[in-house]
């Protein structure tokens, strides 16, 4: 077997996955793809077309983003 780690800095057992804003087209291929948040409540996108990865820090690329974005959960229509 492998190795065993002693410290456990996360626990993967239980844990949900990282929440879901909503979606935005991605910058670099135009599909739309799923906005998660990390830790640090900074939002990104892990494009699963390109294979590109957008972290949006600030409050103007989030402002920005969210404008773009479409939330699943709110009944928004537009
Ligand atoms: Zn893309």
Redesign the pocket.
Known sequence: MGQHNAKSDSSDDLKPALPELGTTP?P????R?TVFVTKTKRPFIN?G????RVFYNGSRSIRLLKRQMKTTSQGQSG
């Open positions: 991605c670099v291929c135009k599909r793809v494009c077309y390109c294979a590109a």
